[in-house]
């Protein structure tokens, strides 16, 4: 079992820059390929970004590719997503989620493959 706790969320203008971090605990994280998934309100649940197990492999969303990036710390237990050049419509509740199957055995771009997941972090972007 994994538990995970999402931070870094909030308030900023458009262009800004926010970091998430997602600090897991109560299982290997090594073991674990790491994702970000958001949902705004009224929206199905959407894949952000995702990283392998030792962070060598790294897929995004096209709607954030360039302006996102993802790394882990092994060392800390912690997941990180880079958030830049923010738009209004990245507003949503950020989740990380883990599973031990994503990239090396299953598909990583939908939540049903994720077996763990955060309370998620609220981002919110001004216009």
């Known amino acids: 079992q994994v538990h995970m706790v999402e931070s870094g969320g909030g308030l900023v203008q458009a262009g800004g820059s926010l970091r998430l971090s997602c600090a897991a605990s109560g299982g290997a994280f090594i073991s674990y390929g790491m994702g970000w998934f958001r949902q705004a309100p009224g929206k199905e649940r959407e894949f952000v970004a995702v990283i392998s197990r030792n962070g060598t492999l790294t897929y995004f969303a096209d709607s954030v590719k360039g302006r996102f990036t993802i790394s882990r710390d092994n060392a800390k237990n912690t997941v990180f997503l880079q958030m830049n050049s923010l738009k209004p419509e990245d507003t949503a509740v950020y989740y990380c989620?883990?599973?031990?199957?994503?990239?090396?055995?299953?598909?990583?771009?939908?939540?049903?493959?994720?077996?763990?997941w955060g309370q998620g972090t609220q981002v919110t972007v001004s216009s």
């Open positions: 989620a883990a599973d031990r199957d994503v990239i090396v055995k299953q598909p990583y771009g939908s939540s049903r493959f994720y077996a763990y």
